[in-house]
């Protein structure tokens, strides 16, 4: 049965400031309350009153080293919320070429928590249906043997227990990219093989000439 007291979290995401301090976080790196203060554009000791009401909702987890503390979402169904969110919302306006240059950077390739979202995610999702790495159904996606040997040859180690492979509605593309276990070990794959690097934009992520040429040879496609 569905929870019917979600005002508290709407409530919690629905604050200005507390939503760009949960955005930023949705890459799934942890950031110091200064960092997120700075991003929010308001003063520290704002930030760390709406850091203690997401701490206090569970929405997102601190971590104390020495005298420092890092604040990161507390965990992937935080993100799937948010990206959900952003899906359902117009599209902010673009007042600026600096907007404009963010918006295509991460449109065209970001981090979602701790895997790939954006024109390349959604290009890889569609890329291994299309192979016949993943078979589709409503809920999520199957890995096919095929696509079990094709992540094996890239080093990647599937777990037998995985069943239905999950999936966001990616809000800059509003169709599917992958998500889940298997979405976070390719992408950390991809990084270790440097086919994908960290773009300039924070969160947002690009294909190297290396990975553009791999990917296009091994999947056929051009992303």
Same mark, same amino acid.
């Given at each position: 049965m569905m929870n019917d007291n979600i005002t508290a979290a709407a409530a919690? !995401? @629905? /604050?200005? *400031?507390?939503? +760009? !301090?949960?955005? +930023?976080?949705? /890459?799934? $790196?942890?950031h110091s309350a200064g960092e997120l203060a700075t991003i929010a554009k308001v003063t520290p000791q704002t930030a760390s009153a709406h850091l203690t009401k997401l701490l206090e909702g569970n929405l997102i987890a601190v971590e104390v080293q020495g005298r420092h503390r890092y604040y990161r979402l507390a965990h992937a169904d935080v993100a799937k919320a948010l990206e959900s969110?952003? +899906?359902? %919302?117009?599209? &902010?306006?673009v007042r600026s070429l600096r907007q404009s240059n963010q918006a295509q950077a991460l449109s065209s390739g970001r981090t979602c928590y701790d895997h790939i979202a954006g024109k390349l995610g959604v290009g890889l999702t569609q890329a291994f249906v299309y192979k016949g790495y993943l078979d589709e159904l409503e809920e999520g996606y !199957?890995? *096919? &043997?095929? @696509?079990?040997?094709? #992540?094996?040859? #890239?080093?990647?180690?599937?777990?037998s =227990?995985? =069943?239905?492979i999950p999936y966001h509605i990616d809000w800059t593309e509003r169709v599917r990219h992958l998500a889940g276990p298997v979405a976070v070990e390719i992408? =950390? =794959? #991809?990084?270790?093989?440097?086919? !994908?690097? $960290? @773009?300039?934009? $924070?969160? %947002?992520?690009?294909?190297? /000439? +290396?990975?553009r040429s791999a990917l296009h040879n091994q999947l056929d496609v051009n992303l």
């Amino acid at each position: 049965m569905m929870n019917d007291n979600i005002t508290a979290a709407a409530a919690l !995401i @629905g /604050d200005p *400031t507390r939503a +760009a !301090i949960l955005i +930023a976080l949705i /890459d799934g $790196r942890a950031h110091s309350a200064g960092e997120l203060a700075t991003i929010a554009k308001v003063t520290p000791q704002t930030a760390s009153a709406h850091l203690t009401k997401l701490l206090e909702g569970n929405l997102i987890a601190v971590e104390v080293q020495g005298r420092h503390r890092y604040y990161r979402l507390a965990h992937a169904d935080v993100a799937k919320a948010l990206e959900s969110l952003a +899906a359902l %919302s117009p599209p &902010a306006p673009v007042r600026s070429l600096r907007q404009s240059n963010q918006a295509q950077a991460l449109s065209s390739g970001r981090t979602c928590y701790d895997h790939i979202a954006g024109k390349l995610g959604v290009g890889l999702t569609q890329a291994f249906v299309y192979k016949g790495y993943l078979d589709e159904l409503e809920e999520g996606y !199957i890995l *096919t &043997a095929h @696509g079990k040997e094709w #992540l094996e040859r #890239l080093g990647i180690k599937t777990n037998s =227990k995985h =069943k239905i492979i999950p999936y966001h509605i990616d809000w800059t593309e509003r169709v599917r990219h992958l998500a889940g276990p298997v979405a976070v070990e390719i992408t =950390k =794959k #991809l990084f270790e093989l440097k086919w !994908i690097v $960290r @773009g300039e934009i $924070r969160r %947002s992520v690009r294909l190297t /000439d +290396a990975g553009r040429s791999a990917l296009h040879n091994q999947l056929d496609v051009n992303l």
